[in-house]
């Protein structure tokens, strides 16, 4: 069993940035572990926002939603036991409830996730 905590969600207005943050506790090796961020808001599904393989020797690989390229990044600190993702010009329609996730597989989609963290909030308003 894997416990996920998210932290560094906030209000910041358009154009802003935040830096996410999931620590994990319990389970195997962090390493092992492929991630994934998730935003949802009230009344839509689950949307995928990144995501970041295990290991494969010192790299990872990392996917992004269109929305977010090349404005989120997803990065990992194994010795931390800690996943972050980096965001940057900030749009009110990032306003969501970040969850961090780890899954079965390197993936998109939400069902591949297995367990989740209890979400951070980010608002993007003036």
């Known amino acids: 069993q894997v416990q996920l905590q998210e932290s560094g969600g906030g209000l910041v207005q358009p154009g802003g940035s935040l830096r996410l943050s999931c620590a994990a506790s319990g389970g195997r090796t962090f390493s092992t572990y492929d991630m994934g961020w998730f935003r949802q808001v009230p009344g839509k599904e689950r949307e995928f926002v990144a995501s970041?393989?295990?290991?494969?020797?010192?790299?990872?690989?990392?996917d992004y939603a269109d929305s977010v390229k090349g404005r989120f990044t997803i990065s990992r600190d194994n010795a931390k036991n800690t996943m972050y993702l980096q965001m940057v010009s900030l749009k009110p329609e990032d306003t969501a409830l970040y969850y961090c996730a780890v899954g079965r597989a390197y993936d998109t989609r939400a069902d591949a996730y297995l367990y989740w963290g209890q979400g951070t909030q980010v608002t993007v308003s003036s």
């Open positions: 970041i393989s295990r290991n494969y020797g010192k790299t990872n690989l990392a």
